[in-house]
């Protein structure tokens, strides 16, 4: 039977698809490092063979599921330094992304945490490259902020790195809550006598998720009051209820006496 050039094409993304997907399987209980390209063909149901023409190696197929993981940051950390709307619902709404993104890809997230400081060069590499993006992407939105104005091209770099850290700070928050949760939900799973009261009871998930992004919120905050305050700023530009992530108060948006908290 003759194959379209289409059907090829379907085939061949199908084929790759397996190959991530095994791979992200097996690295949940291993580092990249140790993961030979075998075991991910095994897994993912092909020949050994199979596997070069999608990816150069096993460190190359590291690198594609790197950009799987952080290409969806982008628009996230983009609504965490906007200029326009209310600041309290753009810190919320970016923590609420974060969320949501570890929710989706929690083994990409958990491959990320585990390699950005592993034992594979192309792989860190990756990582340094993504995130160095993202802070270029936040150093140009804040130097378009009124607030920014005298501020130098190092300090927007130096304020863009915090709010790229803390959005990865914050998916790491996330997913450790998540796989506590999950292992929690495990060890009671097979215990020989049921908890009269479970630990991860109805509820518990959205209470440990409503902890979490008060963390996040309460820290996202706190850049943003530091910023409003930078000693290098030139004397009389702004005032403290103005700039990406400070219109208004913290707390309140009006009075000018809310706290960070």
Known sequence: MSHTPGTR???????RRALLDAALELLGEQSLGSL????????????????????????????????????????????????TGDAEERIARAVELVAAHVDRYPAHMRFVVRERHGGVRAVRE??????????EEVARTLAEDPVSAGWSADDLLMLAQLYVEQMIATGCLFLESLESL?????????APTPSPVPATGPGERARTRERVASTAVRRLRLISIGRLHWPDRRAGEGTPDEGAFGRGTPDTGATGTGTAG
């Open 126 to 135: 990756a990582i340094r490259d993504q995130l160095a993006r993202f802070t």
């Open 36 to 83: 030979g390209l075998r075991e991910v063909t095994r897994a993912a149901g092909i020949a050994p063979t199979a596997f070069y023409r999608h990816f150069r190696s096993v460190e190359d197929l590291g690198v594609a599921l790197v950009g799987e993981a952080l290409e969806g940051l982008h628009p996230l950390i983009g609504t965490a330094v906007s200029t």
């Open 9 to 15: 094409q379907a085939q061949k993304q199908r084929t």
């Open 182 to 190: 999950e292992a929690m939900e495990s060890l009671e799973a097979t």
